[in-house]
């Protein structure tokens, strides 16, 4: 279920670890159960971070950009898991469209260009269909590596979307709607949509999936005889702030010593000599904008002293008005002496691969999705590998990366409670 992909760690296998290890047969049954009640997410990425006593996720992108940092041995895996997906939703499935964000950075488009191989390779025609205003003919876009991508101007029918003769049945979004969906993608009754609509930041919530997360959380703890804070990021939210007049900085205060203080205690019962902090961020996604490491209360008064004209914002330059305070989890991973953190990539229910987000001048409790991140693909483990001495024979290392697989996927269970919970077209029963 979880390629067997190398990480950063060498140390020994810390005693978390080892529990969901040795706990492989009844963790991939309950997983299993709980796939037959739920649908997972068509795609998603998850941002980890591991602290050693500690593994939880801290992000869930369900419009993952950043495919083109998964290496071309990861690919075969990628093309099973669409296989997989595709078939379930639309068999007979012949054409897709792939929406992407309006822009034409050829590192985001190399990411589009990637998904566009992946579905070839799963047996589609695949064309990417652009939304921006500015695309009015097929315009090609050189991109690193010497590889181009053609983006076409979408073409809006009654109820449908497609480009000049090209209808599909599905398409794909990879634009995460912060600014709102635009009309152009709605009513489209006779399409597949993936994600849903209501997947978009313009209505989902950090919160509101850290929620689930933690419902999740609580029955994997139970199910595995663990405490689920050690999978879990505890979190408060704040609601109705205005950075620019400065109003519901107090709210603020009061949730950042409230989880603190959790915090502390948490850290006093399983003997933690570390510092703890918050990371306050946007609740409505934020690109890794507007993100603040919170060690101490007093820290917020930097958000005082900010000047009046420079309140933090998303990436569409709105106010960040609701923000979520989440438990910061250190990370005990390094590449060349640089904080890494890793990011794993799923389709449908299956783990495709993943990479270290690394960034040379950030702290172990500090956001790394920042400018200046650079990123480093996971090889997959040698499986020729000869038994280490006293080990028996046919025995081989144990998959570190298999931890991080599951971590993963209890977020991606999250999302898929998430979005059940705010399907605009759920039935709802008394």
Known sequence: MVPHLITALTGPINELEQRILESMPAVERWFRLEWMEHTPPFYCSVDIRNAGFKLAPVDTNLYPGGWNNLTPEMLPLGV????????????????????????????YLANIAQL?????????????GSIDADIKKP?????????????????????????KNFDPCTILLN????????????????????????????????????????????RFGKMLGIDPWLINPMFNRCGELDFFKQEGLECLRTNVDTLLTKIRKKYKEYGINEKPFVIVKADNGSAGMGIMTVREV???????DRPRNKP???????????????????TAERINDAVAEPVVYMMDRYVVG???????ERGTDENLNAPGASFVPLAFAE??????????????????????GVIGRLAMLAASYELEATDPEAEVYE
């Open 80 to 107: 099973q898991a669409a296989m997989a997906a595709i078939e379930k939703i639309c068999p007979e499935a012949k054409n897709l469209l792939v929406v992407p964000e309006n822009t034409r950075n050829p590192f």
């Open 298 to 304: 007093k820290d917020l008064d930097a958000i005082r």
């Open 139 to 163: 315009t090609t876009v050189d991109l690193p590596g010497g590889e181009t991508i053609t983006l076409e101007p979408i073409v809006r029918g009654k109820r449908r979307l497609g480009l």
């Open 116 to 128: 566009q191989k992946i579905f070839r390779m799963a047996g589609l025609n695949v064309r990417v």
């Open 354 to 360: 993943g990479f270290y987000r690394v960034h040379a």
């Open 383 to 404: 499986s020729t590998r000869l038994p280490q001495p006293g080990q028996k024979p046919g025995a081989s290392a144990p998959n570190r990366f298999y931890m991080y």
């Open 175 to 218: 634009n995460d709607l912060t600014a709102g969906a635009p009309g152009i993608l709605e009513d489209l009754h006779e399409q597949y949509l993936l994600p849903p609509l209501h997947a978009g930041w313009s209505v989902r919530r950090k919160s509101r999936h850290f929620q689930s997360y933690d419902e999740v959380a609580k």
């Open 312 to 330: 933090p914002v998303v990436k569409t330059g709105a106010a960040i008005t609701d923000v979520i305070i989440q438990e910061g989890v250190l």
